[in-house]
């Protein structure tokens, strides 16, 4: 997988892309991913390197210009986005432009695991008061957001994708179920039924993680967790996923396909039983 990043900040990407999964997939996963970080001013053409410029029609704040955006990316030999939006259509593509906006799709584990199984993503960091919506229209093939906030730039957006979507890369992580079992990942899409006694949300948050030592600081581990009983661990583990899910995200009560299991122990929940 090689990610290239388009910003006007290249610095802000030596920490941030230099630890944990992201660094061994870089230097130890035998080159897993590979990362290249592009400073926009490079393809400006007046001495002043200038990216931006005011918008037509007034307003406050500047917007990224399409011309080096445009030459950037063009560069990089990245086909044509007429034909990355028909080879998307017939799922023969195989890289991807972004444009990192606060207009865009809302990032979630479905799309980091879309984007896992392409070979090329291209990140444009969006900065200011926005980017020239010809950028969008004929550049991008999709733009993300990664919530519901506005950040001063896209920088902080794609080095969130490049970490979520290299956890999903066979060989990223060092047990490959680790994925399987976080939150938000679903049955359908990490090949399961369902969640079993140790690993899998079904789409749900996770359920609680307990480790030695079993008593701490007048807190313990619950006894179901300890006596072995598999059946047992994994209607407790369900059950706390539902709980947390519908204290703290009831929004993905309403998307996840419940079973008839996960209802019984929902209604039982809400009669706080």
Known sequence: M??????IFPDF??????????RRARH?????????????????RDKHRTVDDRPFGGGEGMVLKPEPLFECVESLGIAPRSERIAHAGRKMAKESVILLSPQGEMFTQAVAQELAQLERIVLICGRYEGVDERVSEGLADREI???DYVLSGGELGAAVIVD????LLPGALGNEASAQQESFTAAQKIGHDGPDSTCGSGGLLDYPHYTRPAEFRGMSAPEVLIGGNHEQIRKWRRRKALEKTLRNRPDLLAREGLSEEDRKLLAEIQKGN
């Not at 090689?2 to 910003?7: D, G, Y």
């Not at 996963?29 to 590979?34: D, T």
């Open 28 to 44: 130890e996963a035998s080159g897993l991913i590979e990362i290249s970080v592009h400073d926009l001013r490079n393809f400006t």
């Open 164 to 167: 979520a979507v290299t956890r």
């Open 13 to 22: 990407f030596r920490g941030p892309l230099d630890f944990g999964i992201v």
């Open 2 to 7: 090689k990610f290239e990043i388009v910003t």
């Open 145 to 147: 957001s990664i919530g």
